[in-house]
């Protein structure tokens, strides 16, 4: 027990796991092998075709993607409907949009997620910036999605006018360059630059333009260690101090050494953080602790320097099948020890399943349905939170068609987005435009209103 509440008995049912029922949902994502970007028809995985943006029900823009040069995905946004009125024809008002510029790659490596805006410095925690401005993330800067055998090498948003989907923000560009090391590790550096009005760079908080470089040593037995450090971005004056960027981009930090230790039962992460000319700031721990016995997975975090309070833990459990069967946020309490009598419990102690295996709801500390899933056959069609609907799901073919994403005002439940998609394009991941969501070993986006396994939990809670 922890404190007044604890995990109750769970039901056995059948063996439909969550992984399945994930990949049912896109049934066919992360597809193809290495093409060019020409398009096939109807073949391949799903991705963006149009993205409709509303706010209280009425349509604020559009982002329309093409697919046709290749090694390059982009989209225009669509700010004004035109004379007609009316949006998504031929005299819609077009400017800015995505670019995303790959090249043919071996092996070809994301942009590393071990961020030096982060807090805790690894992709679990999400990028600190979106997290200033409550957007849903796992950490990565990047919005372009993976392209089998292919290397994003520049990625670039441009807004004019007075739209921009929201979860852009503003307009950036991020050069990225990557080169094998002798040791078999890698180098890679990520030259982010933001833009304010008139296209201008910007200089001034939230937003400041900078070069991350991360490099990685070691192997999967022994644990692998990434040096992050950031620098200004040369497009600054002379004027603009590195301490200055670092403020912000490194949230006062200028460089990060972090180690992941690997293990069966436990595995860590540790980083090292420091300020100007290499002085010790703190370390930082993320222990991944895996108790089969129990079948839980606890994920805890701690500091130095000073030490953190209030500190939390996350405990994930899992039955005999490897089936999420709990989530819940634990609290230390004023005695700042775990699993004691004063722990503050939240979260999700029990899901509850059909005969099938399919994931009905998540209760409370209550056991009050916190979240509702509906399906379609076997692929989840909505997801309510608190009675509100905050997905729809719908298909064609078996394959994923439309995604309606809604708001999370308490007040109202209107769609906020809309994304409309196609299956012709080679080699293509799965990807939410502009939406930050975390992804599987595969590129494919994952719901983070959907709980994951076991596996996809420690792998997102690695520095890479």
Same mark, same amino acid.
């Given at each position: 027990?922890? +404190?007044?509440?604890?995990?109750?008995?769970?039901t056995k049912v059948k063996s439909l796991t969550l992984v399945v029922?994930?990949?049912? @949902?896109?049934?066919?994502?992360?597809?193809?092998?290495?093409? %060019?970007?020409?398009? $096939?028809? +109807?073949?391949? $995985?799903?991705?963006?075709?149009?993205?409709?943006?509303?706010?209280?029900?009425?349509?604020?823009?559009?982002?329309?993607?093409?697919?046709?040069?290749?090694?390059v995905i982009r989209s225009r946004f669509v700010v004004d409907p035109?004379?007609?009125?009316?949006?998504?024809?031929?005299?819609?008002?077009?400017a800015g949009g995505l670019t995303c510029r790959y090249q043919q790659?071996?092996?070809? @490596?994301?942009?590393?997620?071990?961020?030096?805006?982060?807090?805790? *410095?690894?992709?679990?925690?999400?990028?600190? $910036?979106?997290? #200033?401005?409550?957007? /849903?993330?796992?950490?990565?800067?990047?919005?372009?999605?993976?392209?089998?055998? &292919?290397?994003?090498?520049?990625? /670039?948003? @441009?807004?004019?006018?007075?739209?921009?989907? $929201?979860?852009?923000?503003?307009?950036?560009?991020?050069?990225?360059?990557?080169?094998?090391?002798?040791?078999?590790?890698?180098?890679?550096?990520?030259?982010?630059?933001?833009?304010?009005?008139?296209?201008?760079?910007?200089? !001034?908080?939230?937003?400041?333009?900078?070069?991350?470089?991360?490099? @990685?040593?070691?192997?999967? #037995?022994?644990?692998?260690?990434?040096?992050?450090?950031?620098?200004?971005?040369?497009?600054?004056?002379?004027?603009?101090?590195?301490?200055?960027?670092?403020? =912000?981009?490194?949230?006062?930090?200028?460089?990060?050494?972090?180690?992941?230790?690997?293990?069966?039962? /436990?595995?860590?992460?540790?980083?090292?953080?420091?300020?100007?000319?290499?002085?010790?700031?703190?370390?930082? =721990?993320?222990?991944?602790?895996?108790?089969?016995? &129990?079948?839980?997975?606890?994920?805890?975090? !701690?500091?130095?320097?000073?030490?953190?309070?209030?500190?939390?833990? &996350?405990?994930?459990?899992?039955?005999?099948?490897?089936?999420?069967?709990?989530?819940?946020?634990?609290?230390?309490?004023?005695?700042?020890?775990?699993?004691?009598? %004063?722990?503050?419990?939240?979260?999700?102690?029990?899901?509850? =399943?059909?005969?099938?295996?399919?994931?009905?709801?998540?209760?409370?500390?209550?056991?009050?349905?916190?979240?509702?899933?509906? =399906?379609?056959?076997?692929?989840?069609?909505?997801?309510?939170?608190?009675?509100?609907?905050?997905?729809?799901? #719908?298909?064609?073919? *078996?394959?994923?068609?439309?995604?309606?994403?809604?708001?999370?005002?308490?007040?109202? /439940?209107?769609?906020?987005?809309?994304?409309?998609?196609?299956?012709?394009?080679?080699?293509?991941?799965?990807?939410?435009?502009?939406?930050?969501?975390?992804?599987?070993?595969?590129?494919?986006?994952?719901?983070?209103?959907?709980?994951? %396994?076991?596996?996809?939990?420690?792998?997102? +809670?690695?520095?890479?």
């Open positions: 027990m922890w +404190g007044k509440t604890g995990l109750r008995e769970k029922v994930l990949s049912i @949902l896109i049934a066919g994502c992360g597809g193809g092998g290495g093409g %060019d970007g020409q398009s $096939a028809t +109807g073949s391949y $995985a799903p991705v963006p075709d149009t993205v409709t943006y509303r706010e209280g029900g009425d349509v604020t823009g559009m982002q329309v993607f093409d697919y046709s040069v290749s090694n035109g004379t007609d009125g009316r949006w998504g024809t031929g005299d819609d008002v077009r790659s071996e092996n070809p @490596l994301p942009p590393a997620l071990l961020s030096v805006v982060q807090n805790m *410095g690894t992709n679990g925690d999400g990028n600190f $910036a979106l997290q #200033q401005l409550d957007i /849903e993330s796992d950490g990565r800067i990047s919005v372009c999605p993976r392209w089998k055998g &292919k290397q994003l090498v520049r990625e /670039e948003v @441009l807004c004019k006018g007075e739209f921009c989907p $929201a979860r852009y923000q503003l307009g950036y560009r991020m050069t990225i360059s990557q080169q094998a090391l002798e040791d078999g590790g890698w180098k890679q550096s990520q030259n982010v630059v933001f833009y304010g009005e008139n296209d201008q760079i910007t200089t !001034a908080p939230p937003f400041l333009s900078h070069i991350q470089t991360t490099e @990685l040593s070691g192997d999967s #037995q022994a644990g692998f260690e990434f040096v992050v450090t950031v620098d200004p971005s040369p497009e600054y004056s002379d004027s603009v101090s590195l301490p200055n960027i670092a403020v =912000y981009s490194g949230n006062g930090y200028q460089k990060k050494v972090a180690k992941w230790l690997p293990g069966d039962l /436990e595995s860590r992460v540790i980083i090292d953080r420091y300020g100007d000319n290499d002085s010790y700031v703190d370390t930082r =721990y993320r222990t991944l602790t895996w108790l089969p016995e &129990k079948g839980e997975l606890q994920v805890s975090e !701690a500091s130095q320097n000073p030490p953190a309070s209030n500190q939390l833990m &996350k405990v994930y459990v899992f039955d005999g099948e490897g089936k999420p069967v709990g989530e819940i946020f634990l609290g230390a309490g004023n005695d700042e020890i775990w699993f004691s009598i %004063d722990d503050v419990v939240e979260g999700f102690p029990e899901f509850v =399943y059909d005969e099938n295996g399919q994931l009905l709801s998540m209760l409370d500390t209550q056991e009050n349905p916190e979240r509702v899933f509906t =399906y379609d056959g076997d692929k989840v069609k909505s997801i309510h939170v608190r009675d509100r609907k905050r997905r729809e799901y #719908q298909y064609a073919n *078996g394959k994923l068609a439309k995604i309606s994403l809604f708001s999370r005002s308490v007040e109202r /439940e209107e769609i906020e987005q809309q994304v409309l998609f196609r299956d012709d394009i080679l080699g293509v991941a799965t990807f939410i435009p502009d939406r930050r969501f975390p992804r599987d070993k595969e590129g494919v986006f994952l719901d983070p209103l959907f709980p994951q %396994d076991r596996d996809q939990i420690i792998r997102l +809670g690695r520095p890479f």
